[in-house]
């Protein structure tokens, strides 16, 4: 085998230059330059859809920008998320903030002033349950609904915009953009909050998780080629990976998604599926054997910023794909 030397990185202003650099060096910093050079294989092949795994509280820790961008320059066609993230969106859209706070603190007294902490972030627990009592209000006016994750959020970013034209948010630019968005464990979130309390004044809404996982499979099933890019692990990873085993029970063998990335900070000997590694993952046929892949071991509000900032350098374009028509009935 021929080996290559490293390179040592060299300081620079431009973020796509340094991650590149870092491509070439060793340990983490090897891995998300790699992750850059895999993430824009992705943009660059026409016949690949794209998914995003989002997990961890990244709204609250201040990422929805980064992913905003990912959105709209058409970096990843679908969003499968945790029901937090999305519901400190729609937070965010209505002008409800996070702040900025401490992790060494009195917890018992931010509880009797009323202030929710996330690490070393803080927001009013009045204004959350303002939120949810909005999303409750929302169900009440689409009642009676069955149907997907993906349908009730298009149906809320659309409500969400009529609301409030001039709110800035990751689901808003999700609608503008036709990216769908799903939520496989909705109730586990201020939105399951604000949807028990509706159905506790008689509304009746039904979020069907099964189809969720028909719908998003079906995307999969459409698409000639598929990468997956994993922020954190979680119930959004395992809900993407499964559908190359749901695809092949129902004879569509894809052969499992050709590029792969994840940052995470779970390590895959504990035996958490967070941190199962894409080697692992190849034994169950949810990637493929020749796959482009790296997991980078970092803080995913470091990688983030950085990955984003190198993708929006290289000035890649692309034009977004129709995903949902994929999972729609003809």
Request: include cysteine; hydrophobic fraction near 40%; glycine fraction near 10%.
């Amino acid at each position: 085998m021929a080996m290559r030397p490293t390179i040592p990185v060299k300081p620079t202003s431009n973020v796509g230059e340094l991650l590149e650099g870092m491509s070439k060096t060793g340990f983490q910093g090897r891995r998300l330059g790699e992750s850059v050079d895999i993430w824009s294989r992705m943009i660059q092949d026409r016949e690949c859809t794209i998914f995003l795994g989002l997990s961890g509280a990244m709204i609250p820790a201040g990422m929805k920008e980064c992913l905003i961008s990912l959105v709209e320059n058409h970096y990843i066609d679908v969003l499968v998320s945790t029901g937090a993230n999305i519901f400190h969106d729609l937070c965010e859209h209505f002008g409800v903030r996070h702040y900025l706070g401490h992790h060494h603190v009195d917890d018992g007294d931010l509880f009797s002033r009323g202030i929710d902490r996330i690490y070393d972030v803080f927001a009013y627990e009045e204004e959350f349950r303002s939120v949810d009592q909005r999303i409750a209000d929302f169900a009440a006016g689409i009642a009676p609904f069955k149907g997907s994750s993906r349908e009730f959020i298009r149906l809320a970013g659309e409500w969400a915009i009529r609301e409030c034209a001039d709110g800035r948010s990751l689901i808003s630019a999700c609608v503008r953009n036709n990216v769908p968005v799903f939520i496989p464990a909705l109730c586990d979130s201020s939105i399951g909050i604000g949807l028990v309390m509706a159905r506790r004044n008689g509304i009746s809404v039904d979020v069907d998780q099964i189809s969720d996982a028909d719908e998003i499979t079906r995307m999969v099933e459409g698409s000639p080629s598929t990468g997956v890019v994993y922020i954190g692990g979680g119930v959004p990873k395992n809900f993407i990976q499964q559908t190359q085993v749901i695809a092949s029970i129902h004879d569509s063998d894809l052969g499992g998604h050709a590029y792969a990335i994840q940052y995470t900070t779970d390590a895959p000997h504990w035996g958490g599926l967070s941190g199962c590694t894409f080697e692992e993952a190849i034994s169950w046929g949810k990637e493929s054997v020749s796959s482009p892949r790296t997991q980078c071991f970092c803080d995913a509000t470091i990688a983030l910023p950085l990955v984003t900032s190198a993708l929006h350098a290289k000035a890649l374009k692309r034009k977004g794909k129709d995903a949902v028509s994929l999972c729609l009935p003809e």
